[in-house]
């Protein structure tokens, strides 16, 4: 889409039937996360990376969260995979979305397999090509999984054998999805080793830690040693919501405070992005409700 293009409205809001659209956003454009302590702007690149968020209730993760989701939305070039066990978290976008799972583990694994075989077919048609990742010029979009409460599935839903399957499922996504242009953004309140052990940890490109109650849980998500450094999430200020630290990997943590879609906000870029979504075919219908197909 471009400034050229034009869409039709719902209802007539004039003398035209279509209005000029403003420029899209792409996946391929970096994300604005928030500020720094400098208060100068903190940008996420998340093509080809994926993101953990991590730090104790209320400190701002599930903000953070729908802050790069509804980046994602109004990008034509990325489809959008919703995972939250509480519903309300990310329940704004189900609309925008192509898949919305709820407290369903079932659902969620055969979402997560089916991510999983497009992932394959994806590396299969690049194979055959020689090539070794997709660019922002290859006809299928990239993939947004975003789960909030990662351990909502993996260690309370369901029984042990299904919670294994989609560790292992969301494991083997955040390891092999990159070139491939499916990122993870996922969310835990519970930065335990059980549910974040170190091998998972470091397949995450960027993590950010808000708040967290010990040292040790900053560690976990940030990584191992920094708190010993004068890196920890623990000394953030419990009412400073949105705020943490923010490894890429490779990097030092930097101090940033999210930036905040209130659901007012949400709302808005939500409408926005279903409605461009479905007059550009980038929806598909699995995800409507027949009462919210029909609006
Ligand atoms: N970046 C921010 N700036 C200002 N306020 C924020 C920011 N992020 C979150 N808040 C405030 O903190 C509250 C809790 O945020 P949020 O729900 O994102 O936390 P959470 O870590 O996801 O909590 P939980 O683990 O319980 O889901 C929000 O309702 C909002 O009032």
């Not at 959008?80 to 898949?99: F, N, R, S």
């Not at 405070?257 to 659901?263: E, G, I, N």
Request: glycine share 10%; with cysteine; proline share 5%.
């Amino acid at each position: 889409m471009d400034l050229t293009d034009t869409l039709e409205l719902p209802t007539n809001p004039g003398p035209s039937d279509t209005v000029p659209v403003g420029a899209g956003l792409s996946i391929f454009d970096p994300v604005f996360l928030g500020i720094d302590e400098f208060g100068q702007p903190v940008y996420l690149p998340m093509i080809y990376r994926n993101i953990l968020i991590g730090g104790e209730p209320g400190s701002g993760k599930s903000s953070l969260l729908n802050t790069i989701v509804g980046h994602a939305a109004l990008c034509a070039d990325v489809r959008l995979c919703l995972l939250d066990g509480k519903q309300v978290e990310l329940g704004l976008w189900e609309d925008a979305c192509d898949v919305f799972v709820g407290p369903d583990i079932h659902h969620a694994i055969r979402t997560l397999y089916r991510v999983q075989t497009v992932m394959d077919n994806r590396y299969t048609f690049l194979k055959a090509r020689r090539r070794r990742k997709i660019g922002p010029d290859d006809l299928f979009g990239q993939i947004l999984v975003a789960c909030d409460e990662i351990a909502y599935f993996s260690a309370t839903a369901g029984d042990e054998k299904t919670q294994k399957l989609f560790a292992a499922l969301l494991r083997d996504i955040v390891a092999r999805g990159r070139a491939v242009g499916i990122i993870v953004a996922a969310a835990t309140q519970r930065p335990s080793s059980d549910i974040i052990p170190t091998s998972l940890r470091d397949l995450f490109a960027w993590r950010f830690a808000g708040r967290c109650t010990t040292d040790v849980s900053s560690d976990i998500v940030l990584g191992h040693g920094w708190a010993a450094r004068g890196f920890s999430s623990n000394t953030v200020d419990p009412n400073n919501h949105g705020a943490g630290y923010l490894i890429a990997e490779g990097g030092i943590p930097a101090l940033v405070k999210a930036a905040y879609l209130t659901d007012t906000d949400i709302i808005r870029v939500a409408d926005y992005a279903t409605w461009t979504r479905r007059h550009t075919g980038t929806l598909t219908t699995d995800n409507a409700s027949p009462a919210r197909a029909a609006a």
